[in-house]
């Protein structure tokens, strides 16, 4: 499985990005896609995953602001970002799982900034 993430960028407070992951190879037997973010020198935390049922987990810290969503028949994961804070700064990074693996795609950057 190969995950190719886009739409990070530079926004300011109180604006909205959407992320999108997609997947290839074989993306058919993934059961769960997520994303999690890595701020400097912090550990990478998750932010919100989506399983194949359509069960969704989010982080406290962005609940009510952000929202997963998943099109199977693309094999992609979006993560909606409204009302950005300072705080959501961080490389963002798309995983897919599947059984006991963990497929990693390249990060991409949100700044959030005025």
């Known amino acids: 499985v190969q995950l190719q993430a886009s739409g990070g960028g530079l926004v300011q407070p109180g604006g909205s990005l959407r992320l999108s992951c997609q997947a290839s190879?074989?993306?058919?037997?993934?059961?769960?896609m997520g994303w999690y973010r890595q701020q400097p020198g912090k550990e990478r935390d998750v932010v919100a995953v989506i399983a194949s049922s359509g069960n969704v987990h989010y982080a406290d810290s962005v609940k009510g602001r952000f929202t997963i969503s998943r099109d199977n028949a693309k094999s992609t994961a979006y993560l909606q970002m409204n009302n950005l804070k300072p705080d959501d700064t961080a490389v963002y990074l798309c995983v897919a799982m599947e059984g006991l693996s963990e497929y990693w795609g390249q990060g991409t950057q949100v700044t959030v900034s005025s």
């Open positions: 190879g074989s993306a058919f037997s993934i059961e769960a």
